[in-house]
Each structure stands twice: as C-alpha cells, then as structure tokens.
C-alpha cells in the first residue's frame, strides 16, 4: 500500500510539474512585458525541468504497468545521462539566478544582459563534461529493468554530491544575502529603461518584488532537491557497505567446515531478506523524494503568478477581472457610468 502510495504520489508530482512548466512558458511567449523583465532568467531552468519531467517518465510507467518501449542498455545509458545533463543544468541556472541577485545587491551598474552568454555556455556546457567523465567508467554496466549501475560508480556519486552540496550553499548564502539588503533598501531600481512614468519608491518597491521571485526560484529547487541528496548519500553508503560484508563473507567460505556453511548460508538468507526490506524501503522514499523534486515546477508556477506583469494582463480580460478582482471591476464600472 505504501509503495503505491508513493507510485501515486511521483505520478501527481510529475503532472503537478508539466502545468506549472507550460503555464511559465505559455505566459512567457504571450506576455511581451515578461520577456524583458529581470525574472525572465527563469524560462531556462523551466525548459530543462519540463525536459526532465517528460523523460524521466517512462522509467515511472515501466514500473507501474510495464510499458518500458525497447528496454536496452543503450536506451537506459541515454536516458540516465540525459536525466543526469538535466539535473546539472537545473542547478547551474539557479547559480545564475544568484549571481544576478548579488549584481542587483552589490554593483547596481552592471548590465546583466552581457552575462547571458556567459549564463549559457555554464549551464550547458559544465554538464555536459560532468556527464561524459563520470559515464565513461560504466559506460556498459546496466542493471536490468531499472535501468541503473551493477556496481556503485564512485566518481558520479561523488562529484555530483560535491557539486551539488555547494550549489545549495551557494544559493542558501547569496538569499541570506539578498535578504538582508531587501531589508535595508539597498537594491538596483529595476527595468530603469522602461517608459512608464514611475516615482523612485514605486520603482524601488517593483524592484523588491521581482527580487523577491527571483530569489525564491533557487531556494525552491534546494529545498526540493534536499530529501534526493539524503537518500542518495545514504543509499549509497549502505550499498558500499552491504558490498564490504557479502565480499568478506565469500572470502572466509574456503575455511569453513560444512556445519558452518549450512549456518552462514543461514545467516546469508536473512541478511539478503533484511537487506531487500531496506531497498524497497529506501526505493519507496526515493519515489517520494523525487515527486518532491518535481513539484518545484509547480512552486515555481506559483512565484511566476505573483508578476504583476501577468496579472495585469488578466485585469484586462473582462470575466477575469469580475472573477478575481471584484472591487477594481465595481471601480472601473463606476467610472463608466460618469463617463
């Protein structure tokens, strides 16, 4: 009941993800204003989540109901390493959202237009060579259905732990930071060259509301992807260590007598059981920890919506604006009527 509780969950999840995927970028092509904001970073990491999303699926259906189209080594290799490009690049661009944060909090001068091709090569061509040097050691070693190693690959696990432990910290450090001058005021004024006529403590407030969204954009994807960095540390170390006991085990079988075979096997039995317990148990959190992941799509909708931008749009549409801002409706009617 549990594992298809979790099943479910990773499917609510990942449909969760899609919408708020294709409602920031529904609105990011219809919504001029919103291409050229400081928020408009987002639109990548957006892509590559929905990108995520639509891959990692098959491996979601091949579990529940056995639908895993030509399952090959090949096609599981080329599905983990795109997975693995994603996920990089997911985090690469929150680096970027950061680095944009602090430009606005410490060098209010700075165009960070001409960081976006910097922002590019980073974010596509850094994962791309983690992807080719921690495939290359087990390029051919494939665990059969569930499309993953045999034996732990010890230079993905820990380079990619590394990179993301700092990642985290990183964006944990620079929204302590953006906090804190939110705070005292000391933030660029934003869009400075755009002609609507706005005093400076309007156009300071804008700037503090866009800040805001951006700033929360890398704090979703490390909390989201916390519980998944956990689980796979201690996946990992258990597996190592599970390994360590069954190697030490075979080793000792030549020196045993027959009593002491039929005991260890035994003892092998019930560790084998134990373990299997403890990988379905960890497989069912991880299930969970990736639905968890994949509802950053769906958080970030909901920061996306908070652009006044987009919602200014909406009040121009009349059922929308009787629907969700009444009062203004009732004003605006008013107003009519003396005209």
């Not at 680095?99 to 060098?107: A, E, Q, R, V």
């Not at 991880?286 to 799509?297: C, D, H, N, P, V």
Request: overall charge positive; charged content about 15%.
């Amino acid at each position: 009941m549990l594992s298809l509780s979790s099943y479910v969950f990773n499917l609510i999840g990942s449909i969760l993800c899609f919408i708020g995927c294709l409602f920031i970028i529904g609105h990011f092509f219809w919504i001029p204003l919103l291409r050229t904001s400081l928020s408009r970073i987002i639109i990548f990491p957006t892509f590559v989540l929905l990108l995520y999303d639509i891959i990692s699926f098959p491996s979601f259906i091949s579990k529940t109901a056995d639908l895993y189209i030509m399952r090959s080594t090949i096609i599981c290799n080329f599905q983990e390493a795109i997975i693995q490009y994603l996920i990089l690049s997911n985090f690469i661009w929150s680096v970027c959202i950061s680095i944009n944060l602090l430009y606005l909090c410490f060098s209010p001068n700075k165009n960070l237009k001409k960081n976006q091709l910097l922002y590019h090569l980073c974010s596509w061509g850094i994962p791309l060579i983690v992807v080719v040097v921690t495939k290359i050691p087990n390029m051919i070693s494939d665990n059969g259905d569930q499309c993953r190693f045999k034996s732990p690959n010890y230079i993905k696990f820990y380079l990619e732990t590394i990179l993301f432990m700092l990642f985290m910290l990183f964006n944990f450090i620079v929204a302590f930071i953006t906090i804190k001058h939110i705070i005292s005021g000391n933030l660029r004024e934003s869009e400075t060259t755009t002609t609507s006529v706005l005093f400076v403590n309007e156009k300071k407030i804008t700037t503090k509301k866009i800040v805001w969204r951006l700033l929360l954009y890398p704090s979703i994807l490390s909390i989201c992807y916390l519980m998944t960095l956990v689980l796979s540390i201690y996946q990992f170390s258990t597996e190592n260590y599970s390994s360590g006991v069954n190697n030490s085990i075979s080793n000792n079988k030549v020196f045993t007598d027959y009593n002491n075979k039929t005991n260890n096997n035994s003892n092998n039995n019930n560790n084998n059981n134990n373990n299997n317990n403890n990988s379905s148990n960890i497989e069912i959190l991880l299930y969970i920890s990736k639905a968890i992941f994949l509802l950053q799509g769906f958080f970030n909708a909901l920061v996306y919506l908070r652009s006044s931008k987009l919602r200014d749009r909406y009040k121009k549409i009349t059922i929308f604006r009787k629907i969700f801002w009444r009062d203004e409706a009732d004003y605006q009617s008013i107003n009519d009527g003396f005209n």
